[in-house]
Nanobody, 122 residues
Framework: QVQLVESGGGLVQAGGSLRLSCAPS????????MGWFRRAPGKEREFVAA????????YYADSVKGRFTVSRDNAKNTLYLQMNSLKPEDTAVYYC???????????????WGQGTQVTVSS
């Protein structure tokens, strides 16, 4: 069974940094678009960032542009999200996903992880 497993979440103060990782098990996703989404309490899931399989096309939500960096290491079959200058409004469960389009729409992704909690205190 294919799974995506996120790690690296936690509690951090505003202005701090965290790095999330996502590693699939059961198959390789080296040729897939990989994305990060998040769901804040009481809100809909929203797009954060996506990266083409070669890493040469990247798409960010305006809310994280300049603060977050998505990257991937296909040799390690791992996706990363470096989050800097974190704000309380970044508090959410963060999910990685695999799809076939460099898209902000969650319907364009067909494999999802269980999520990792990120909490930013003020």
């Amino acid at each position: 069974q294919v799974q995506l497993v996120e790690s690296g979440g936690g509690l951090v103060q505003a202005g701090g940094s965290l790095r999330l990782s996502c590693a699939p098990s059961g198959r390789t996703f080296s040729r897939r678009i990989m994305g990060w989404f998040r769901r804040a309490p009481g809100k809909e899931r929203e797009f954060v960032a996506a990266i083409y399989w070669r890493g040469d096309s990247i798409y960010y939500a305006d809310s994280v542009k300049g603060r977050f960096t998505v990257s991937r290491d296909n040799a390690k079959n791992t996706l990363y999200l470096q989050m800097n200058s974190l704000k309380p409004e970044d508090t959410a469960v963060y999910y990685c996903a695999a799809g076939n389009l460099l898209s902000p729409k969650d319907s364009d992704y067909d494999y999802w992880g269980q999520g990792t909690q990120v909490t930013v205190s003020s």
